[in-house]
């Protein structure tokens, strides 16, 4: 292979360290005397390759052991009209009862917001008490408008901020729903320029044709001097906005459903007199437009007679659930580092190659060896912001979490300094673990999978499944040793689905002992997993692990002397997130041997 160097810093840095190194030859001790050189061979020998195959099984989860969020969104008119439509509250009391039989379920979330002529927020809460305190407007006083365009603007908002902050993994398995309640039109309507008939001012609300400035806190989506404002396209503009982002921030379900509020004429005249119009009581007009909402929301349109029981439970409230499928697998020999002279060991598992780290004074066999708990190769990666690896009071802030808590590799200090997530493996989602980019000079916040950082024709993220280097140009007949990956599906049942695979072609290298743990020569092997929900694309979904351990001390000994190793059941991947307190590695005795398991998984990817 050929280095191309485009910085110093990162796994650039050590592929450029590589490339002053000296070929290294395994397996033979040369030894210079007087004499001169001599070699002795046994006549019998048996000559081994350095490859590896791992042949297995896996079944993805079903999809009753998993329960998706809910987040519940109820955004109700609290305009003055209502005290006239629903003086007895039952809106509020049917949402009340709803809400404590959701409560009940662990996995539902509930926001309020109430709107007139402003809009007040009640973030999602798992507590609905705190949810039912927003539902009636403070005081007990509403507002003096309808302002169905300023309520779908903050809905908008509340909703984006929720779904970043949520972030991918937790986005794509939760389901939105989205409950708008009015008990009329949107008042006030106002048509674009100042000269448009109306009286100047506009004698109810003020707002339509007036120069004056208008608070922020009221009538939040209003612009400009005469706006259109609460436009019925307006209106089915915001909507629209509001499914979109449910597509952009790849969700599992978004609706949106409306609700118009409503009761007999002479029962609202018998509190209220003849002042219904005024408030925008007027069913004809706001049931289409209800109704249009909802169907751009691929929601549910309901009218709902405040005078008789109301039930708001006829929703799908259910969580998301599905059955689990493969979605990517890959094996990388945490025991060897590819490099322009090959393979080269890596006894510690830590990314840096033992001739790097001997050539900079490092301990071989720890992956920390200054025992700050931060990595040598993150030390040595991002030395120019502060760090030593030989040096403990560098950086100077002592790491004082060094729990791995999603099993990526990563502990919560050099998770904090990565600005990566510390609780799922994968922070930006590219199907990669945070450790492995690491390893590799990746950028673990980023999805760069696609891009060919080498520029030799092949992504990066196919480089680290190839068992090649992602930042070192491989030349062809370098490819030609790629790991080849076959995976056939087997169905157990409706519910699971089950996997036969074979890794072929792993490369080991001759790692030195890891006191306590290993024996000279042995490479770990991790294997990494991915499943994603059936039909929720763009689901993070969940990873499982497993390792496995085979020894090779070059061309005289090699076991499995068979270079396969199988079969590695179900039973033997953990997830990831528990594999640093209930994972291991499986040694050879750990697993029966098949002696004839051929590579023949329906083709090579």
């Known amino acids: 292979m050929t280095g191309v160097k485009k910085n110093d810093t990162g796994a650039r840095g050590i592929a450029a360290a590589m490339a002053l190194l000296l070929p290294v030859v395994f397996g033979v001790c040369i030894q210079c005397t007087d004499a001169g050189l001599k070699l002795n061979f046994e006549e019998n020998i048996t000559y081994y390759d350095n490859k590896m195959d791992v042949i297995g099984e896996f079944c993805a989860s079903p999809a009753d052991e998993l329960a998706f969020p809910v987040k519940l969104l109820i955004v109700i008119d609290q305009s003055a009209s209502l005290q006239c439509t629903d003086p007895g509250n039952n809106r509020l009391t049917a949402l009340n009862e709803a809400g404590q039989e959701l409560d009940a379920l662990p996995n539902v979330e509930f926001g309020v917001i109430g709107f007139a002529s402003w809009s007040r927020i009640t973030n999602f809460t798992t507590d609905w008490s705190a949810a039912a305190a927003a539902l009636a407007p403070q005081g007990g006083q509403g507002g003096p408008a309808t302002d169905y365009q300023g309520a779908l603007s903050v809905v908008l908002t509340m909703l984006e901020q929720d779904m970043i902050a949520a972030g991918p993994a937790m986005r794509a398995r939760t389901r939105y729903v989205v409950l708008f309640l009015s008990d009329g039109v949107p008042e006030p309507r106002c048509t674009f320029g100042c000269d448009d008939g109306n009286q100047l001012p506009d004698s109810l609300y003020g707002v339509c044709n007036t120069d004056q400035e208008i608070p922020d806190d009221v009538y939040v989506d209003m612009t400009g001097v005469c706006p259109d404002y609460n436009k019925d396209w307006q209106i089915s503009a915001k909507v629209e906005d509001i499914m979109s982002l449910g597509e952009f921030y790849g969700v599992g379900d978004l609706t949106f459903n409306s609700i118009f509020l409503f009761a007999p004429e002479a029962e609202v005249a018998a509190v209220c007199g003849d002042v219904a119009s005024t408030f925008g009581y007027n069913r004809n007009e706001a049931m289409p437009l209800l109704q249009g909402m909802a169907q751009v929301g691929r929601g549910t349109f ?58 900079m004074g490092l301990d071989r066999q720890s992956r920390d060896s200054d025992g700050d708990n931060y990595s040598d190769l993150l030390e040595h990666m991002f ?59 990746l950028d673990p916040t980023v999805d760069d999978v696609s891009l060919d950082h080498d520029f030799d024709g092949i992504p990066s993220g196919l480089e680290v499944k190839y068992g090649t280097h992602p930042q070192l140009y491989d030349e062809e007949d370098f490819l030609s040793e790629r790991i080849f990956y076959g995976v056939t599906q087997t169905p157990a049942s409706a519910d699971i689905t089950c996997y036969d695979y074979g890794i072929k072609n792993l490369t080991l290298s001759v790692p030195m002992p890891i006191l306590g743990e290993t024996a000279n020569g042995t490479n770990r092997i991790r294997l990494f997993l991915q499943e994603e929900p059936e039909g929720m694309a763009g689901s993070r979904g969940q990873f499982w692990t497993s390792c496995v351990e085979a020894r090779y001390l070059g061309d005289t000994y090699k076991d499995p002397p068979g270079g396969e190793i199988s079969p590695l059941s179900n039973n033997q991947f953990v997830r990831i997130q528990e594999f640093e307190t209930d994972g291991r590695c499986y040694a050879l005795n750990n697993l029966p041997r098949e002696q004839n398991n051929p590579f023949d998984m329906g083709g090579k990817k």
């Open 302 to 359: 309901r009218d709902v007679n405040l005078s008789t029981d109301i039930d708001f439970l006829d929703y799908n409230y259910e969580s998301l659930k599905a059955p689990y499928r493969m979605m990517d697998l890959y094996a990388v020999n945490m025991s060897a580092i590819p490099s322009e002279n090959g393979y080269l060991a890596d006894s510690d598992g830590d990314g840096l190659a033992d001739e790097v780290e001997y050539a």
């Open 383 to 441: 030395r120019r912001q502060g760090f030593d690896p030989s040096n403990p009071t560098l950086p100077v802030i002592f790491c004082s979490d060094a729990q791995d808590r999603d099993g990526d590799g990563l502990n919560a200090c050099e998770e904090a300094f990565l600005k990566t997530d510390p609780l799922f493996p994968d922070t930006d989602a590219d199907g990669i673990v945070d450790g492995i980019e690491l390893r590799f000079g």
